[in-house]
Protein backbone atom coordinates (compact mmCIF):
# COMPACT_ATOMS: atom_id res chain seq x y z
CA UNK A 1 0.00 0.00 0.00
CA UNK A 2 1.32 3.12 -0.75
CA UNK A 3 2.07 5.84 1.47
CA UNK A 4 0.02 8.45 -0.33
CA UNK A 5 -3.68 9.67 -0.55
CA UNK A 6 -6.51 7.34 -2.12
CA UNK A 7 -10.09 8.54 -2.13
CA UNK A 8 -12.50 6.23 -3.79
CA UNK A 9 -16.03 7.35 -4.15
CA UNK A 10 -16.31 9.83 -1.20
CA UNK A 11 -20.23 11.54 -0.65
CA UNK A 12 -21.17 13.66 1.87
CA UNK A 13 -24.33 14.76 2.52
CA UNK A 14 -25.28 18.15 4.69
CA UNK A 15 -28.74 17.86 5.17
CA UNK A 16 -30.77 17.98 1.58
CA UNK A 17 -27.75 19.65 0.21
CA UNK A 18 -24.71 16.98 -1.57
CA UNK A 19 -21.52 18.59 -0.98
CA UNK A 20 -19.13 15.41 -1.92
CA UNK A 21 -21.09 13.48 -5.43
CA UNK A 22 -18.67 10.35 -5.30
CA UNK A 23 -14.91 12.48 -5.34
CA UNK A 24 -12.17 9.89 -6.60
CA UNK A 25 -8.58 11.26 -5.79
CA UNK A 26 -5.03 10.11 -5.22
CA UNK A 27 -1.97 11.09 -4.41
CA UNK A 28 1.38 9.24 -4.99
CA UNK A 29 3.50 9.22 -1.72
CA UNK A 30 6.66 11.80 -1.87
CA UNK A 31 4.29 14.17 -4.65
CA UNK A 32 2.25 17.29 -4.20
CA UNK A 33 -1.72 17.40 -5.28
CA UNK A 34 -3.41 20.38 -5.92
CA UNK A 35 -7.30 20.25 -5.50
CA UNK A 36 -8.79 22.91 -7.44
CA UNK A 37 -11.84 25.22 -7.70
CA UNK A 38 -13.98 27.51 -6.63
CA UNK A 39 -16.04 28.10 -3.24
CA UNK A 40 -18.57 25.81 -2.64
CA UNK A 41 -16.89 23.22 -5.18
CA UNK A 42 -16.15 20.50 -2.26
CA UNK A 43 -12.23 21.14 -1.67
CA UNK A 44 -12.61 21.47 2.09
CA UNK A 45 -15.01 18.93 2.61
CA UNK A 46 -12.45 16.69 0.81
CA UNK A 47 -9.70 17.63 3.28
CA UNK A 48 -11.80 17.59 6.31
CA UNK A 49 -12.66 13.97 5.62
CA UNK A 50 -9.33 13.09 4.65
CA UNK A 51 -7.67 14.22 8.08
CA UNK A 52 -10.49 12.73 10.04
CA UNK A 53 -12.65 15.84 10.82
CA UNK A 54 -16.03 14.84 9.12
CA UNK A 55 -16.95 11.03 8.49
CA UNK A 56 -17.99 10.49 5.10
CA UNK A 57 -21.82 9.31 3.69
CA UNK A 58 -20.56 7.22 0.93
CA UNK A 59 -16.66 5.69 -0.24
CA UNK A 60 -13.90 5.34 1.34
CA UNK A 61 -10.31 6.97 1.73
CA UNK A 62 -7.04 6.02 2.73
CA UNK A 63 -4.19 7.93 4.09
CA UNK A 64 -0.50 6.49 4.16
CA UNK A 65 -2.25 3.01 4.11
CA UNK A 66 -4.84 3.44 7.25
CA UNK A 67 -8.67 4.15 6.76
CA UNK A 68 -10.12 7.83 7.74
CA UNK A 69 -13.20 6.04 8.84
CA UNK A 70 -11.89 2.74 10.94
CA UNK A 71 -8.71 3.93 11.99
CA UNK A 72 -8.65 8.35 12.39
CA UNK A 73 -5.96 8.11 15.34
CA UNK A 74 -3.65 6.30 13.40
CA UNK A 75 -4.39 8.58 10.43
CA UNK A 76 -3.92 11.49 12.86
CA UNK A 77 -0.61 10.33 13.77
CA UNK A 78 0.73 10.56 10.16
CA UNK A 79 -0.61 14.01 9.10
CA UNK A 80 -0.49 17.58 9.19
CA UNK A 81 -3.29 20.04 8.52
CA UNK A 82 -3.20 24.16 7.91
CA UNK A 83 -7.04 24.64 7.76
CA UNK A 84 -8.33 27.64 5.67
CA UNK A 85 -8.52 29.62 9.42
CA UNK A 86 -5.20 29.92 11.28
CA UNK A 87 -6.13 27.34 14.23
CA UNK A 88 -3.59 29.37 16.79
CA UNK A 89 -4.30 30.13 19.59
CA UNK A 90 -4.31 34.44 20.25
CA UNK A 91 -3.24 34.18 24.31
CA UNK A 92 -0.91 32.00 23.94
CA UNK A 93 2.81 32.95 22.45
CA UNK A 94 4.25 31.75 19.47
CA UNK A 95 6.82 29.51 20.97
CA UNK A 96 4.36 28.33 23.87
CA UNK A 97 1.41 27.13 20.80
CA UNK A 98 4.08 25.34 19.41
CA UNK A 99 4.87 23.28 22.25
CA UNK A 100 1.42 22.87 22.91
CA UNK A 101 1.00 21.10 19.34
CA UNK A 102 3.81 19.17 20.04
CA UNK A 103 2.85 17.94 23.50
CA UNK A 104 -0.31 16.55 22.35
CA UNK A 105 1.51 14.66 19.70
CA UNK A 106 3.48 12.71 21.99
CA UNK A 107 6.53 14.61 21.95
CA UNK A 108 8.54 15.05 25.19
CA UNK A 109 8.55 18.81 26.46
CA UNK A 110 12.51 18.82 25.59
CA UNK A 111 11.93 17.68 22.28
CA UNK A 112 8.99 19.81 21.61
CA UNK A 113 10.92 23.06 22.95
CA UNK A 114 13.81 22.34 20.58
CA UNK A 115 11.97 21.33 17.50
CA UNK A 116 9.82 24.64 18.05
CA UNK A 117 12.59 26.29 18.03
CA UNK A 118 13.93 25.05 14.62
CA UNK A 119 10.27 26.03 12.88
CA UNK A 120 10.83 29.52 15.01
CA UNK A 121 13.46 30.24 12.78
CA UNK A 122 12.91 28.10 9.39
CA UNK A 123 9.39 30.44 9.22
CA UNK A 124 11.49 34.12 10.48
CA UNK A 125 9.67 33.96 13.86
CA UNK A 126 12.30 34.21 15.97
CA UNK A 127 11.88 37.98 17.29
CA UNK A 128 8.27 37.12 17.92
CA UNK A 129 8.46 33.65 19.43
CA UNK A 130 7.42 34.99 22.76
CA UNK A 131 5.05 37.32 21.60
CA UNK A 132 1.13 36.36 22.37
CA UNK A 133 -0.23 36.03 18.65
CA UNK A 134 -2.84 38.46 19.28
CA UNK A 135 0.29 40.77 18.18
CA UNK A 136 1.18 38.96 14.99
CA UNK A 137 0.46 40.02 11.75
CA UNK A 138 -1.90 37.89 9.35
CA UNK A 139 1.24 36.30 7.32
CA UNK A 140 2.71 35.79 10.55
CA UNK A 141 -0.07 33.65 12.09
CA UNK A 142 -0.38 31.66 9.01
CA UNK A 143 3.04 30.59 9.23
CA UNK A 144 2.91 29.87 12.58
CA UNK A 145 -0.21 28.12 11.76
CA UNK A 146 1.88 26.01 9.40
CA UNK A 147 4.81 25.43 12.00
CA UNK A 148 2.01 23.66 14.27
CA UNK A 149 1.23 21.30 11.36
CA UNK A 150 5.03 20.64 10.83
CA UNK A 151 5.69 20.18 14.88
CA UNK A 152 5.99 16.26 13.94
CA UNK A 153 7.38 16.09 10.34
CA UNK A 154 4.15 14.85 9.28
CA UNK A 155 4.43 12.36 6.15
CA UNK A 156 1.21 13.82 4.50
CA UNK A 157 0.33 17.04 4.81
CA UNK A 158 -2.79 18.73 4.12
CA UNK A 159 -2.86 22.70 3.25
CA UNK A 160 -6.67 24.43 2.92
CA UNK A 161 -5.88 27.37 0.92
CA UNK A 162 -2.96 27.61 2.88
CA UNK A 163 -2.04 31.74 0.87
CA UNK A 164 -5.76 32.71 1.04
CA UNK A 165 -5.63 36.50 1.94
CA UNK A 166 -1.84 37.09 2.28
CA UNK A 167 0.16 39.32 0.94
CA UNK A 168 2.64 38.61 -2.05
CA UNK A 169 5.40 38.63 -0.01
CA UNK A 170 4.16 35.85 2.60
CA UNK A 171 2.83 33.98 0.17
CA UNK A 172 6.19 33.87 -1.40
CA UNK A 173 7.94 32.66 1.55
CA UNK A 174 4.83 30.36 1.54
CA UNK A 175 5.88 28.92 -1.62
CA UNK A 176 9.36 28.38 -0.17
CA UNK A 177 8.60 26.64 2.48
CA UNK A 178 6.17 23.99 0.02
CA UNK A 179 9.12 23.22 -2.37
CA UNK A 180 11.42 22.78 0.65
CA UNK A 181 8.49 20.33 1.85
CA UNK A 182 8.09 18.39 -0.91
CA UNK A 183 12.24 18.61 -1.68
CA UNK A 184 12.45 16.22 1.71
CA UNK A 185 9.88 13.82 0.59
CA UNK A 186 6.85 15.03 2.11
CA UNK A 187 3.23 14.07 0.38
CA UNK A 188 0.97 17.79 0.42
CA UNK A 189 -2.50 17.93 -0.85
CA UNK A 190 -3.19 21.69 -1.14
CA UNK A 191 -6.31 23.49 -2.01
CA UNK A 192 -6.16 26.38 -3.75
CA UNK A 193 -7.92 28.87 -5.91
CA UNK A 194 -5.42 30.70 -7.02
CA UNK A 195 -4.14 28.81 -10.68
CA UNK A 196 -0.78 30.23 -10.77
CA UNK A 197 -0.09 28.48 -7.33
CA UNK A 198 -1.50 25.47 -8.37
CA UNK A 199 1.00 25.35 -11.31
CA UNK A 200 3.92 26.70 -9.28
CA UNK A 201 3.40 23.91 -6.17
CA UNK A 202 1.99 20.93 -7.38
CA UNK A 203 2.76 17.93 -9.21
CA UNK A 204 -0.92 17.09 -10.62
CA UNK A 205 -3.93 19.14 -10.09
CA UNK A 206 -7.52 17.86 -9.67
CA UNK A 207 -10.03 20.00 -10.82
CA UNK A 208 -12.98 19.60 -8.70
CA UNK A 209 -16.60 21.57 -9.18
CA UNK A 210 -19.81 20.74 -8.23
CA UNK A 211 -18.73 17.59 -5.49
CA UNK A 212 -17.04 15.70 -8.51
CA UNK A 213 -13.72 15.73 -9.36
CA UNK A 214 -14.06 16.81 -13.21
CA UNK A 215 -10.51 17.01 -14.79
CA UNK A 216 -7.36 15.32 -13.14
CA UNK A 217 -3.79 15.18 -14.60
CA UNK A 218 -0.16 18.01 -14.41
CA UNK A 219 -0.50 21.33 -15.32
CA UNK A 220 0.80 21.17 -18.68
CA UNK A 221 -2.23 18.30 -19.57
CA UNK A 222 -5.00 20.11 -18.37
CA UNK A 223 -3.31 23.20 -20.74
CA UNK A 224 -2.62 20.82 -23.78
CA UNK A 225 -6.43 19.20 -23.32
CA UNK A 226 -7.83 22.89 -23.68
CA UNK A 227 -5.63 22.95 -27.28
CA UNK A 228 -4.49 25.33 -29.18
CA UNK A 229 -2.76 29.15 -28.45
CA UNK A 230 -4.17 32.13 -27.44
CA UNK A 231 -4.02 35.21 -28.92
CA UNK A 232 -3.62 37.72 -26.18
CA UNK A 233 -4.38 41.58 -27.47
CA UNK A 234 -3.63 44.89 -25.49
CA UNK A 235 -5.00 48.04 -27.42
CA UNK A 236 -3.70 51.42 -27.31
CA UNK A 237 -7.02 52.89 -26.95
CA UNK A 238 -9.63 51.12 -24.85
CA UNK A 239 -12.23 52.99 -26.46
CA UNK A 240 -11.43 50.78 -29.83
CA UNK A 241 -11.56 47.01 -27.97
CA UNK A 242 -15.42 46.63 -29.69
CA UNK A 243 -13.93 47.31 -32.82
CA UNK A 244 -11.08 44.89 -32.42
CA UNK A 245 -13.14 42.00 -31.04
CA UNK A 246 -15.17 42.38 -34.23
CA UNK A 247 -12.05 42.78 -36.65
CA UNK A 248 -10.81 39.39 -35.03
CA UNK A 249 -13.78 37.52 -34.92
CA UNK A 250 -14.29 38.01 -38.76
CA UNK A 251 -10.90 37.65 -39.71
CA UNK A 252 -10.32 33.92 -37.79
CA UNK A 253 -14.21 33.28 -38.79
CA UNK A 254 -15.24 32.54 -35.14
CA UNK A 255 -18.29 33.58 -33.06
CA UNK A 256 -17.69 36.90 -31.04
CA UNK A 257 -18.82 35.19 -27.65
CA UNK A 258 -15.26 32.65 -27.85
CA UNK A 259 -13.62 35.82 -27.56
CA UNK A 260 -12.56 37.21 -24.26
CA UNK A 261 -12.98 40.62 -24.12
CA UNK A 262 -12.52 43.25 -21.19
CA UNK A 263 -13.28 46.99 -22.59
CA UNK A 264 -12.35 48.42 -19.41
CA UNK A 265 -8.05 46.58 -19.44
CA UNK A 266 -8.45 47.20 -23.58
CA UNK A 267 -8.22 43.25 -23.93
CA UNK A 268 -9.13 40.75 -26.50
CA UNK A 269 -8.06 36.58 -26.22
CA UNK A 270 -8.83 34.88 -29.41
CA UNK A 271 -8.62 30.70 -29.08
CA UNK A 272 -6.06 30.40 -32.18
CA UNK A 273 -3.70 27.99 -33.88
CA UNK A 274 -0.40 28.09 -34.77
CA UNK A 275 2.10 31.10 -35.23
CA UNK A 276 0.14 32.32 -38.55
CA UNK A 277 -2.45 33.30 -36.92
CA UNK A 278 -0.18 36.67 -35.42
CA UNK A 279 0.76 37.94 -38.45
CA UNK A 280 -3.44 37.31 -39.73
CA UNK A 281 -4.32 39.28 -36.62
CA UNK A 282 -1.45 41.91 -36.99
CA UNK A 283 -2.73 42.27 -40.90
CA UNK A 284 -6.03 42.54 -40.08
CA UNK A 285 -6.11 45.19 -37.04
CA UNK A 286 -3.39 47.45 -39.01
CA UNK A 287 -6.37 47.34 -41.92
CA UNK A 288 -9.06 48.39 -39.71
CA UNK A 289 -7.03 51.05 -38.20
CA UNK A 290 -6.69 49.74 -34.55
CA UNK A 291 -3.74 50.44 -32.84
CA UNK A 292 -2.11 47.80 -30.80
CA UNK A 293 0.07 48.49 -27.80
CA UNK A 294 1.23 44.78 -27.38
CA UNK A 295 0.13 41.52 -29.31
CA UNK A 296 1.22 37.85 -28.94
CA UNK A 297 0.49 33.99 -28.46
CA UNK A 298 0.64 32.02 -25.51
CA UNK A 299 -0.21 28.63 -24.41
CA UNK A 300 -3.40 28.02 -22.45
CA UNK A 301 -3.01 29.31 -18.86
CA UNK A 302 -4.69 27.58 -15.50
CA UNK A 303 -7.26 30.12 -15.96
CA UNK A 304 -7.83 29.33 -19.67
CA UNK A 305 -8.39 25.42 -18.61
CA UNK A 306 -10.70 26.68 -15.14
CA UNK A 307 -13.01 28.50 -17.98
CA UNK A 308 -12.99 25.72 -20.32
CA UNK A 309 -14.07 22.77 -17.76
CA UNK A 310 -16.54 24.65 -15.38
CA UNK A 311 -17.44 27.58 -17.74
CA UNK A 312 -16.76 30.14 -14.63
CA UNK A 313 -13.67 31.76 -13.53
CA UNK A 314 -12.06 30.59 -10.60
CA UNK A 315 -13.19 33.17 -7.98
CA UNK A 316 -16.73 33.14 -9.07
CA UNK A 317 -19.16 31.04 -6.76
CA UNK A 318 -20.70 28.28 -9.06
CA UNK A 319 -24.63 28.19 -9.45
CA UNK A 320 -26.25 25.45 -7.20
CA UNK A 321 -28.26 24.17 -9.61
CA UNK A 322 -27.67 21.59 -12.31
CA UNK A 323 -24.37 21.27 -13.68
CA UNK A 324 -24.22 24.05 -16.77
CA UNK A 325 -24.34 21.97 -20.05
CA UNK A 326 -20.29 22.73 -20.87
CA UNK A 327 -19.44 20.41 -17.63
CA UNK A 328 -21.63 17.89 -18.83
CA UNK A 329 -19.88 17.56 -22.01
CA UNK A 330 -16.69 17.49 -20.24
CA UNK A 331 -18.12 14.80 -17.85
CA UNK A 332 -18.98 12.84 -20.83
CA UNK A 333 -15.53 13.16 -22.59
CA UNK B 1 -6.99 8.65 -12.46
CA UNK B 2 -3.07 7.95 -11.01
CA UNK B 3 -3.67 4.55 -11.33
CA UNK B 4 -3.80 3.68 -7.46
CA UNK B 5 -6.96 2.31 -6.19
CA UNK B 6 -7.67 1.01 -2.60
CA UNK B 7 -7.08 -3.04 -1.66
CA UNK B 8 -10.17 -4.46 -0.05
CA UNK B 9 -8.69 -4.56 3.40
CA UNK B 10 -6.63 -0.89 4.63
CA UNK B 11 -4.14 -1.35 7.46
CA UNK B 12 -5.02 -0.13 10.74
CA UNK B 13 -6.99 -1.63 13.66
CA UNK B 14 -10.32 -0.26 14.47
CA UNK B 15 -10.69 2.50 16.97
CA UNK B 16 -12.37 1.05 19.40
CA UNK B 17 -9.66 -1.23 19.68
CA UNK B 18 -7.30 1.05 20.10
CA UNK B 19 -7.77 2.74 23.01
CA UNK B 20 -5.19 4.91 24.67
CA UNK B 21 -3.58 3.91 28.16
CA UNK B 22 -5.17 5.75 30.78
CA UNK B 23 -1.83 7.69 31.80
CA UNK B 24 -1.76 9.29 28.16
CA UNK B 25 -5.47 10.60 28.78
CA UNK B 26 -4.65 11.92 31.92
CA UNK B 27 -1.61 14.04 30.37
CA UNK B 28 -3.81 15.12 27.34
CA UNK B 29 -6.58 16.29 29.35
CA UNK B 30 -3.76 18.22 31.41
CA UNK B 31 -2.18 19.92 28.42
CA UNK B 32 -5.89 21.39 27.25
CA UNK B 33 -7.07 22.68 30.93
CA UNK B 34 -3.85 24.12 31.27
CA UNK B 35 -3.82 25.69 28.20
CA UNK B 36 -7.36 26.94 28.95
CA UNK B 37 -5.75 28.13 32.32
CA UNK B 38 -3.40 29.88 30.65
CA UNK B 39 -5.47 31.77 28.64
CA UNK B 40 -7.90 32.80 31.70
CA UNK B 41 -4.60 34.22 33.49
CA UNK B 42 -3.59 36.40 30.39
CA UNK B 43 -7.18 37.68 30.00
CA UNK B 44 -6.34 39.79 32.96
CA UNK B 45 -9.19 42.20 32.32
CA UNK B 46 -12.37 39.76 32.34
CA UNK B 47 -10.49 38.10 35.61
CA UNK B 48 -10.78 41.73 37.09
CA UNK B 49 -14.60 42.35 35.62
CA UNK B 50 -15.90 39.23 36.22
CA UNK B 51 -14.96 39.25 40.33
CA UNK B 52 -15.57 43.27 40.75
CA UNK B 53 -19.27 42.65 39.72
CA UNK B 54 -20.43 40.06 42.11
CA UNK B 55 -18.43 42.05 44.67
CA UNK B 56 -20.34 45.22 43.69
CA UNK B 57 -23.14 43.08 43.97
CA UNK B 58 -22.45 41.73 47.47
CA UNK B 59 -21.49 45.29 48.55
CA UNK B 60 -25.28 46.45 47.47
CA UNK B 61 -27.26 43.40 48.68
CA UNK B 62 -25.34 43.74 52.19
CA UNK B 63 -25.82 47.30 52.74
CA UNK B 64 -28.45 48.61 50.96
CA UNK B 65 -30.85 45.59 51.72
CA UNK B 66 -30.05 44.28 54.69
CA UNK B 67 -31.79 47.93 56.46
CA UNK B 68 -35.20 46.82 55.45
CA UNK B 69 -34.20 42.89 54.75
CA UNK B 70 -35.55 40.67 57.26
CA UNK B 71 -34.67 37.04 57.50
CA UNK B 72 -35.36 34.15 59.87
CA UNK B 73 -31.92 32.51 61.66
CA UNK B 74 -29.22 34.98 60.22
CA UNK B 75 -29.07 38.43 58.87
CA UNK B 76 -30.24 39.21 55.74
CA UNK B 77 -26.32 40.13 54.94
CA UNK B 78 -24.91 36.48 56.00
CA UNK B 79 -28.57 35.19 54.03
CA UNK B 80 -27.49 36.94 50.55
CA UNK B 81 -24.08 36.07 50.14
CA UNK B 82 -24.59 32.17 49.33
CA UNK B 83 -27.06 33.42 46.82
CA UNK B 84 -24.84 36.12 45.59
CA UNK B 85 -21.86 33.15 45.32
CA UNK B 86 -24.60 30.87 43.78
CA UNK B 87 -25.18 33.39 41.02
CA UNK B 88 -21.39 34.23 40.35
CA UNK B 89 -20.91 30.04 39.90
CA UNK B 90 -23.95 30.09 36.91
CA UNK B 91 -23.16 33.06 34.72
CA UNK B 92 -19.16 32.32 35.30
CA UNK B 93 -20.32 28.63 33.92
CA UNK B 94 -21.39 30.33 31.19
CA UNK B 95 -17.93 31.22 30.01
CA UNK B 96 -17.59 27.07 29.56
CA UNK B 97 -19.78 27.61 26.68
CA UNK B 98 -17.93 30.71 25.34
CA UNK B 99 -14.31 29.24 25.44
CA UNK B 100 -15.77 26.39 23.16
CA UNK B 101 -17.72 28.57 20.53
CA UNK B 102 -14.07 30.84 20.62
CA UNK B 103 -12.35 27.37 20.08
CA UNK B 104 -14.65 26.30 17.37
CA UNK B 105 -14.37 30.10 15.77
CA UNK B 106 -10.93 30.14 15.56
CA UNK B 107 -10.31 26.64 14.20
CA UNK B 108 -8.47 25.38 17.19
CA UNK B 109 -10.96 22.73 17.86
CA UNK B 110 -10.00 21.35 13.94
CA UNK B 111 -6.54 21.36 15.27
CA UNK B 112 -7.39 19.20 18.89
CA UNK B 113 -9.73 16.84 16.66
CA UNK B 114 -7.09 16.18 13.84
CA UNK B 115 -3.44 15.35 16.12
CA UNK B 116 -3.73 11.99 17.56
CA UNK B 117 -5.06 12.78 21.45
CA UNK B 118 -7.32 11.02 23.54
CA UNK B 119 -11.01 12.26 22.41
CA UNK B 120 -12.16 13.46 25.70
CA UNK B 121 -9.83 15.04 25.88
CA UNK B 122 -11.16 18.46 24.68
CA UNK B 123 -14.52 18.26 26.72
CA UNK B 124 -12.77 17.16 30.17
CA UNK B 125 -9.78 19.47 29.71
CA UNK B 126 -12.39 22.43 29.60
CA UNK B 127 -14.48 21.15 32.19
CA UNK B 128 -11.30 20.51 34.51
CA UNK B 129 -9.96 24.18 33.79
CA UNK B 130 -13.29 25.79 34.09
CA UNK B 131 -14.47 23.64 37.28
CA UNK B 132 -10.55 25.37 39.15
CA UNK B 133 -11.80 28.98 37.91
CA UNK B 134 -15.12 28.48 39.81
CA UNK B 135 -13.05 27.43 42.32
CA UNK B 136 -10.86 30.03 42.96
CA UNK B 137 -13.57 32.54 41.95
CA UNK B 138 -15.65 31.60 45.02
CA UNK B 139 -12.40 31.32 47.15
CA UNK B 140 -12.23 34.99 46.74
CA UNK B 141 -15.77 35.87 47.10
CA UNK B 142 -15.93 34.18 50.04
CA UNK B 143 -12.67 36.09 51.68
CA UNK B 144 -14.16 39.89 50.12
CA UNK B 145 -17.65 38.34 51.98
CA UNK B 146 -16.15 37.79 55.19
CA UNK B 147 -14.23 41.20 54.93
CA UNK B 148 -17.81 42.82 55.13
CA UNK B 149 -18.94 41.02 57.95
CA UNK B 150 -20.04 37.43 56.55
CA UNK B 151 -19.48 34.89 59.14
CA UNK B 152 -19.90 30.69 58.68
CA UNK B 153 -21.90 29.67 61.98
CA UNK B 154 -21.81 25.95 61.32
CA UNK B 155 -18.24 25.00 61.97
CA UNK B 156 -14.95 24.75 59.04
CA UNK B 157 -16.09 21.63 57.64
CA UNK B 158 -19.53 22.48 56.51
CA UNK B 159 -18.11 25.79 55.66
CA UNK B 160 -15.66 23.58 52.99
CA UNK B 161 -19.07 21.94 52.25
CA UNK B 162 -20.10 24.92 51.07
CA UNK B 163 -17.64 25.80 48.66
CA UNK B 164 -18.12 22.53 47.22
CA UNK B 165 -21.71 22.37 46.51
CA UNK B 166 -21.35 25.62 45.16
CA UNK B 167 -18.64 24.48 43.02
CA UNK B 168 -20.61 21.29 42.28
CA UNK B 169 -23.26 23.38 40.77
CA UNK B 170 -21.34 25.27 38.77
CA UNK B 171 -19.59 22.21 37.58
CA UNK B 172 -22.96 20.92 36.26
CA UNK B 173 -23.81 24.14 34.53
CA UNK B 174 -21.08 23.76 32.35
CA UNK B 175 -22.22 20.83 30.87
CA UNK B 176 -25.33 22.83 29.86
CA UNK B 177 -23.06 25.87 28.51
CA UNK B 178 -20.52 23.16 26.80
CA UNK B 179 -23.73 22.29 25.19
CA UNK B 180 -24.79 25.05 24.20
CA UNK B 181 -21.06 26.19 22.91
CA UNK B 182 -21.36 23.85 20.78
CA UNK B 183 -24.73 23.92 19.27
CA UNK B 184 -24.60 27.52 18.95
CA UNK B 185 -20.95 27.92 17.82
CA UNK B 186 -20.44 31.83 18.16
CA UNK B 187 -19.03 33.24 21.22
CA UNK B 188 -21.67 36.25 20.75
CA UNK B 189 -25.01 33.70 20.49
CA UNK B 190 -23.87 31.50 23.18
CA UNK B 191 -23.76 34.23 26.01
CA UNK B 192 -27.06 36.01 24.83
CA UNK B 193 -28.71 32.27 24.70
CA UNK B 194 -28.05 31.69 28.00
CA UNK B 195 -29.23 34.66 29.78
CA UNK B 196 -32.67 33.26 28.55
CA UNK B 197 -33.52 30.07 30.74
CA UNK B 198 -30.33 31.69 33.77
CA UNK B 199 -32.32 35.16 34.58
CA UNK B 200 -35.70 33.60 35.26
CA UNK B 201 -33.94 30.70 36.83
CA UNK B 202 -31.92 33.04 39.28
CA UNK B 203 -35.04 35.46 39.93
CA UNK B 204 -37.30 32.59 40.85
CA UNK B 205 -35.03 31.13 43.43
CA UNK B 206 -34.00 31.86 46.90
CA UNK B 207 -31.23 33.75 46.22
CA UNK B 208 -32.06 36.75 47.08
CA UNK B 209 -35.49 36.53 49.49
CA UNK B 210 -37.23 33.55 51.14
CA UNK B 211 -39.51 30.56 49.07
CA UNK B 212 -42.35 31.76 51.20
CA UNK B 213 -42.21 36.16 50.38
CA UNK B 214 -42.08 35.42 47.23
CA UNK B 215 -45.39 36.30 45.26
CA UNK B 216 -48.04 33.19 45.67
CA UNK B 217 -47.80 32.03 42.04
CA UNK B 218 -43.74 32.01 41.86
CA UNK B 219 -43.65 29.55 44.95
CA UNK B 220 -43.87 26.38 43.31
CA UNK B 221 -41.47 27.74 40.77
CA UNK B 222 -39.02 28.60 43.60
CA UNK B 223 -39.23 25.67 45.34
CA UNK B 224 -38.53 22.88 42.25
CA UNK B 225 -35.76 25.37 40.86
CA UNK B 226 -32.15 23.99 40.89
CA UNK B 227 -31.03 27.00 42.15
CA UNK B 228 -33.10 27.24 44.76
CA UNK B 229 -31.83 23.81 45.66
CA UNK B 230 -28.42 25.15 45.75
CA UNK B 231 -28.22 27.87 47.34
CA UNK B 232 -30.70 26.09 50.04
CA UNK B 233 -27.76 23.64 50.88
CA UNK B 234 -25.01 25.73 50.73
CA UNK B 235 -26.96 28.08 53.46
CA UNK B 236 -27.60 25.37 55.65
CA UNK B 237 -24.34 23.68 55.46
CA UNK B 238 -23.20 28.12 56.37
CA UNK B 239 -25.56 28.45 59.14
CA UNK B 240 -27.37 24.84 60.08
CA UNK B 241 -30.93 24.15 59.47
CA UNK B 242 -33.73 21.85 59.86
CA UNK B 243 -34.71 21.08 56.30
CA UNK B 244 -30.72 21.31 55.05
CA UNK B 245 -31.11 17.27 54.17
CA UNK B 246 -34.22 17.62 52.16
CA UNK B 247 -32.36 20.77 49.88
CA UNK B 248 -29.28 18.10 49.77
CA UNK B 249 -31.07 15.17 48.46
CA UNK B 250 -32.88 17.99 46.11
CA UNK B 251 -29.94 19.15 44.96
CA UNK B 252 -27.94 15.79 44.53
CA UNK B 253 -31.38 15.18 42.35
CA UNK B 254 -31.27 18.21 39.71
CA UNK B 255 -27.05 17.50 40.19
CA UNK B 256 -27.35 14.35 38.39
CA UNK B 257 -30.15 14.80 36.16
CA UNK B 258 -28.10 17.57 34.36
CA UNK B 259 -24.82 16.62 34.47
CA UNK B 260 -26.32 13.11 32.67
CA UNK B 261 -28.15 15.25 29.77
CA UNK B 262 -26.24 17.97 29.23
CA UNK B 263 -23.13 15.76 29.19
CA UNK B 264 -25.03 13.21 26.65
CA UNK B 265 -26.49 15.99 24.42
CA UNK B 266 -22.87 17.79 24.50
CA UNK B 267 -20.73 14.86 23.91
CA UNK B 268 -23.24 13.83 20.91
CA UNK B 269 -22.48 17.17 19.61
CA UNK B 270 -18.84 17.42 19.57
CA UNK B 271 -18.61 14.04 17.70
CA UNK B 272 -21.04 14.98 15.03
CA UNK B 273 -18.62 17.57 14.73
Known amino acids: ?333 | MAGITLPAQLAGTPESRAALPPARVVADIALVAGRNLRKVLRNTRLIVFSTIQPLLQLILFAYVFAGVARVPGTSYKNFVVPGVIVQTMVFSAMGTGVGIANDLHTGMIDRFRSLPIARSAFLVGRTVSDSLRLGIQSVLLVIAASIIGFRFHNGALAAVGMMVVVVLFGMALTAFSAWLGLTLRDPESVQAAAFIPILPLIFTSSAFAPVNRLPGWMQPLAKVNPVTAAIDTARGLAFGGSHTATAAWHFAAWWVAIVAVFTALAVRRYRLG
Open chain 1, 1 to 333: MSGGVVAEGLVKRFGSFTALAGVDFSVEEGTVVGLLGPNGAGKTTTIRILTTLLRPDGGRAAVAGYDVARSPQLVRAVIGLTGQYAAVDDDLSGRENLVLVGRLSRMAKRAASERAAVLLSAFSLVEASDRLLRTYSGGMRRRLDLAASLMVAPPVLFLDEPTTGLDPRSRLQLWDVIHGLRAQGTTIVLTTQYLEEADQLTDRISVIDGGLVIAEGTADELKAAVGGDVLDLKLADRARTADAAATLAKAFGVPEDELTVDAELGSVLVPVSGAAALIEAVRALDAAHVPVADIGLRRPSLDDVFLSLTGHVADERPEMAAPSARRRSMMGA
